[in-house]
């Protein structure tokens, strides 16, 4: 350890990484994430009235392009991190962009999380995006939790739900409760644990703790709240739950299981029940792959990995700012860090820590906390920082990039500063470059996850780079790394179609318009490889 460092007592040190929370919120958009977060802050005393985070996004911008950019579109392209305390733990609650125009950073923050939270519409069921964000979690073998939301809308049947998401997302759900009512009706959850209901009432615009009743199923008002038929559903399925599969807190660390809870975000209603439970429930840090075996959390040598980088968060010091998942540790302010990336010593004296977009300096951070790292420019995506210095987390993994477009400079006087930004963006992980290859065209190929990508990236040429581009949108849908014998890879019918490109370490990659045409290839040729861009 660096003699910058004050030692701590390994207990303590304990203490305070296994209270830590770290989680993100995953869900298809309007699902309700953005509700639920609030209402997870005002239950956590960390607001005092729900809609401020909201009414503060919709605020923030004023102050640059880029936040102006944000505003236009009304969408968040910033994940922030929220910390609380709560209950003897320590929430770090991962915000990710949600909107359809998602991107490659929302994938990348699930890289940092020990858990998430997976918001489903009770109306809708599994969508799209939720797919998409789920398997990400699935790669990386993370717990999921299950809050279906919007019981107070009319709701599909609770059952069905529950089969939906063990058909579609192949895992064993368990209810940890049950709606009482859905839609109008909806007056409370029963909690399987305790064998208790909890019945609450609305407050004025949802806006402050709704009052709550603790009681039990023989509670007339149950059977006064809800139609008879709903009262006779009621029971029949509490009745069944007993032959539903039991909780298993091994399989649900492991990923064979969800903990299913019902609720409505906007009432408050089981908000509270979720988040008790949550904080028992939710693995503390987890150990981190490295090259050199898993690194334990509660090792006394700091360390952590770059997972994001945010630039122009500040556009008078046009400072970009690196996140930092603390994996080992303790973090103190000054602390001298090795940067294997670079080979370089560094003094940690600048960090933050992030509540929506404000900033407060950080003296001190556990494993499982998040720190932004303001004006290093040597960071990259994936980075490793530790005060030992002997060892590099497991790269970030890529996504498959789904959009593809040609981006041309406008003015040929600028190339290197271009080209300049183009390798900076890439390497801060903005997007994937590809280069076409046998072309006289050298204008480089963008491939991203999410369309916004390519609006981020020239907005960031123009603004930081001083360079005009244009943006030429390929029909590609999807590509792969291509191995195989030369000769046979040199007889794919290479076209404008079915693009031969190189990406930045020379790697053959083909760019195709369809998952059809892939496969065709794929069985035409059984010799070649087509490896997923991962
Ligand atoms: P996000 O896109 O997943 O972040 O979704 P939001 O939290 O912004 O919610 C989308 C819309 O659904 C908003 O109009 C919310 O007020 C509404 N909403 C969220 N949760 C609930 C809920 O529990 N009940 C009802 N009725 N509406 C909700």
């Not at 950073?105 to 809708?124: F, I």
Request: charged fraction near 25%; proline fraction near 5%.
């Amino acid at each position: 350890m660096s003699q910058e460092t004050t030692t701590i007592n390994p207990e303590t040190l304990k203490k305070h990484i296994n209270a830590r929370r770290t989680f993100a919120i995953i869900s298809h958009p309007d699902a309700g994430k953005t509700t639920l977060t609030e209402k997870l802050l005002l239950y956590g005393n960390a607001i005092h009235l729900a809609g401020s985070v909201r009414a503060r996004r919709n605020q923030r911008s004023a102050t640059s392009d880029w936040m102006k950019m944000e505003q236009e579109r009304g969408i968040s392209i910033t994940s922030t991190v929220l910390q609380f305390p709560y209950k003897d733990h320590v929430v770090n609650l991962l915000d990710t962009p949600g909107h359809q125009d998602f991107s490659e950073d929302t994938y990348r923050t699930l890289t940092a999380a020990d858990c998430a939270v997976m918001v489903l519409d009770a109306a809708r069921g599994v969508e799209e995006q939720t797919l998409k964000l789920f398997e990400v979690c699935r790669r990386r073998g993370i717990p999921v939790f299950t809050f279906i939301n919007k019981m107070d809308r009319p709701a599909q049947d609770p059952l069905g739900l529950l089969d939906e998401v063990e058909t579609v997302l192949k895992m064993q759900p368990v209810p940890m409760n049950w709606p009482i009512g859905d839609g109008d009706t909806f007056m409370g959850v029963y909690d399987r644990k305790t064998d208790e209901v909890h019945l609450y009432d609305r407050t004025a615009h949802n806006q402050t703790i709704s009052p709550e009743y603790i009681t039990t199923l023989d509670d007339p008002r149950i059977e006064a709240g809800i139609s008879d038929f709903q009262f006779e559903e009621l029971h029949l399925n509490i009745g069944l739950l007993d032959e539903l599969a039991e909780y298993d807190h091994e399989k649900f660390l492991s990923g064979e299981q969800t903990a299913v809870y019902f609720g409505s975000a906007l009432t408050n209603f089981g908000v509270q029940l979720f988040l008790d439970d949550f904080i028992k429930m939710a693995p503390p840090p987890s150990a981190y792959p490295s090259d050199q075996g898993k690194i334990d959390p509660v090792s006394p040598g700091f360390s952590g990995f770059v997972f994001k980088i945010q630039a122009n968060m500040d556009p008078r010091h046009r400072d970009s700012v690196a996140f930092l998942r603390i994996c080992s540790g303790r973090f103190e302010r000054n602390v001298q860090v090795k940067h294997p990336q670079t080979g370089k010593t560094l003094k940690l004296s600048r960090t933050y820590t992030f509540f929506a977009d404000e900033r407060a300096v950080v003296d001190e951070a556990y494993a499982g906390d998040i720190i932004g790292l303001p004006g290093n420019r040597e960071f990259s995506i994936g980075d490793t920082i530790s005060s030992d210095g002997d060892f590099s987390f497991e790269p970030i993994p890529r996504f498959a990039a789904e959009h593809y477009a040609r981006l041309i400079n406008l003015d040929v006087g600028k190339q290197k500063q271009f080209l300049k930004g183009i390798h900076q963006l890439e390497s801060e992980g903005a997007m994937q470059v590809l280069y076409e290859t046998d072309a006289t065209r050298r204008d480089p190929i963008l491939a991203v996850v999410g369309v916004l990508q390519f609006e981020v990236v020239q907005a960031r040429l123009e603004n930081e780079y001083n360079v005009q581009t244009k943006l030429e949108p390929l029909p590609h849908q999807l590509s792969r790394w291509v191995e195989g014998p030369k000769e046979q890879i040199d007889q794919l019918p290479w076209r404008y179609g079915m693009m031969r490109t190189e990406d930045l370490d020379g790697r053959l990659v083909a760019l195709f318009s369809s998952a059809h045409e892939l496969s065709f290839y794929s069985e035409k040729y059984p010799d070649i490889k087509f490896l997923s861009i991962q």
